[in-house]
């Protein structure tokens, strides 16, 4: 099983540019998380979708958008790249609660720069 | 309403132990741990559901005080292979918000 797959795993990007990143889970999960991560901040959710075609905002959500048309994928977009977007970007699934106790799935992340 | 992680780093050699906290100001329905490697992703540890359950897995266990909204995870006889930056993560009690809020991490570091 490959897990969580995130695309590209690196990336250069100018100030004013746009991007998206991918997103794909085999494990039939219903929830997704896209967090950010920066030194000495921890994980922050950006977005998150407990299922097709539903999103919902987390703790910084702005300058970002996100669409989930199919279960397995949930993709993330920046609209207007910012220096303060440069980060590592984690994508995320898990069961929810009535599903599973379980924990999340982390994929090996997206090493965003912008310049 | 980020949970407190504390201490923020800590050393130690080979074969001793170590207590990472995890304190949240908010009513809690779980607490989540995971190890991130230098430039790898965070690797799901345990989840604690009831209050004053206690997990272990290796000897790696953790325990969660639902009243007092707090949680420790304990490490025993350190390896090597323990060294990484350890992450708490929280779930509010609240239907529907099933999200983690993350601590800021604690480094270990482990030294033959």
């Known amino acids: 099983n490959a897990g969580v797959t995130q695309t590209p795993k690196f990336r250069v990007l100018k100030t004013g540019q746009s991007m998206t990143l991918l997103c794909a889970q085999d494990?039939?999960?219903?929830?997704m998380y896209w967090y950010r991560q920066d030194p000495g901040m921890g994980l922050r959710l950006i977005h998150y979708?407990?299922?097709?075609?539903?999103?919902a905002k987390g703790e910084v959500p702005d300058g970002y958008n996100v669409s989930r048309l199919k279960k397995q994928n949930f993709l993330l977009g920046l609209e207007s790249a910012a220096p303060s977007q440069t980060s590592v970007y984690f994508c995320?699934?898990?069961?929810?609660?009535?599903?599973?106790?379980?924990?999340?799935?982390f994929g090996s992340g997206t090493r965003l720069t912008v310049v | 309403q980020q949970p407190v992680q504390s201490p923020q780093a800590v050393i130690l050699r080979e074969g001793e132990d170590a207590v990472i906290n995890c304190s949240s100001s908010?009513?809690?329905?779980?607490v989540h741990w995971y190890r991130q490697k230098h430039g790898e992703a965070p690797v799901f540890l345990m989840i604690?559901?009831?209050?004053?359950e206690q997990k272990g897995h290796d000897k790696i266990s953790a325990s969660f005080n639902e009243k007092k909204q707090q949680s420790s995870l304990y490490l025993t006889a350190s390896q090597l292979s323990y060294s990484g930056t350890y992450f708490c993560?929280?779930?509010?009690?609240?239907?529907?918000?099933?999200?983690?809020?993350f601590g800021q991490g604690t480094r270990l570091t482990i030294n033959p």
């Open positions: 995320a699934s898990s069961y929810p609660r009535y599903k599973a106790a379980s924990g999340y799935t």
């Open positions: 494990m039939n999960h219903e929830y």
């Open positions: 979708s407990v299922g097709e075609g539903t999103t």
């Open positions: 908010k009513a809690l329905y779980s």
């Open positions: 604690l559901l009831k209050g004053g």
């Open positions: 993560g929280t779930e509010g009690q609240i239907q529907g918000a099933q999200k983690l809020v």
